[in-house]
């Protein structure tokens, strides 16, 4: 049969009850920092704000009415966005065909964000969290009849789903 000592002395209550809280708090704190990790991930969102549209009257390609539209577009969210397509009135911008044309004039279906020409059918423009981009097309009058004082509807559409539309009046 096993002997006990008669000397050894067992851990305080008080030294226990230390013990026992601060692993609590260690481990609350741990779960907290997890949380917080879990929440950032699921909580991201994509938000554009148009902060200014206008359209001016240029010169004319092909002797037809011409206006340059430009767009300034921020990701106001927390995620990054593409923009895949851009409508006026609710029509795709390349169904306009040679209707629209790039900043300069000179690329018949593009339009250009910033400095770089995007279209051809497709347009695919990410913009980062907090970015801005200045997006500039021309529309030119054609089947698609366009005059002087018409409102349009600008949409631009994301790979989110969301829709940003923003109304611009022609000179």
Avoid: C
Avoid at 14 to 26: D, P, Q
Avoid at 85 to 98: E, L, S
Avoid at 110 to 120: A, I, L, M, P, Y
Avoid at 127 to 134: D, I, Q, R
């Amino acid at each position: 049969m096993k002997k006990f000592r008669e000397n050894r002395k067992a851990v305080s209550p008080v030294i226990s009850t230390i013990i026992i809280v601060a692993v609590a708090i260690a481990i609350s704190i741990a779960v907290a920092f997890w949380l917080g990790g879990i929440t950032s991930i699921f909580t991201r969102f994509e938000k554009l704000e148009i902060t200014s549209a206008y359209a001016k009257a240029e010169n004319q390609i092909g002797g037809k009415n011409t206006w340059l539209i430009t767009m300034e577009i921020k990701n106001t969210g927390t995620s990054d966005t593409t923009i895949v397509d851009i409508f006026i009135n609710n029509v795709p911008i390349f169904d306009y065909g040679t209707q629209i044309y790039n900043k300069a004039g000179t690329a018949s279906g593009k339009v250009t964000f910033d400095s770089t020409d995007v279209g051809t059918n497709v347009i695919s423009w990410r913009l980062p969290a907090g970015g801005v981009v200045t997006l500039t097309f021309q529309i030119v009058d054609g089947a698609f009849s366009f005059t002087a004082g018409q409102s349009i509807t600008i949409t631009l559409h994301t790979a989110g789903g969301q829709d940003y539309p923003k109304t611009v009046v022609l000179p």
